[in-house]
């Protein structure tokens, strides 16, 4: 948390800034002791990588209607690869109305707010 602290303080950052990025941290901290799954995910053999993402996302995915057949497996596997886990702390958006979507989203844990472009 240092070397994160000393990094934003060298930028400049200001202090509201500064405290949504250590309360993210502590999330990390707290959900992880500090693993950085992504990291160990990308450490891994192409063939490991791929397993554990499809024990980890499959069951997700199993849940939504459209991919649960199993008709397509090529497009199952392809999109397990490109699946990521992101944590988003409370009071964090997602995506803003009027930005283009370029992921889809599955919450996993937790609750979100939607709202519209004229904030309702």
Same mark, same amino acid.
């Given at each position: 948390?240092?070397?994160?602290? !000393? ?7 200001p202090? /509201?800034l500064?405290?949504?990025v250590?309360?993210?941290?502590l ?6 002791q500090?693993?950085?799954? !992504?990291?160990?995910l990308?450490? @891994? /053999?192409? *063939? @490991? ?11 997700l ?6 991919? *649960? *057949? ?18 988003? /702390?409370?009071?964090?958006?997602i995506?803003r109305a009027?930005?283009?979507?370029? *992921?889809?989203?599955f ?14």
């Amino acid at each position: 948390m240092n070397q994160i602290s !000393a990094w934003m303080y060298h930028h400049n950052l200001p202090e /509201p800034l500064i405290d949504r990025v250590r309360e993210y941290h502590l999330i990390l901290w707290k959900d992880f002791q500090g693993i950085n799954e !992504a990291q160990i995910l990308e450490d @891994l /053999p192409p *063939s @490991l990588q791929a397993e554990i993402r499809e024990v980890l996302f499959k069951p997700l995915l199993n849940k939504w209607e459209l991919l *649960s *057949s199993g008709k397509d497996k090529g497009a199952i596997t392809t999109l397990i690869g490109k699946l990521k886990m992101q944590i988003i /702390p409370k009071g964090e958006y997602i995506i803003r109305a009027g930005e283009v979507a370029n *992921s889809v989203y599955f919450i996993v844990k937790g609750l979100c707010k939607v709202y519209s472009i004229d904030g309702e």
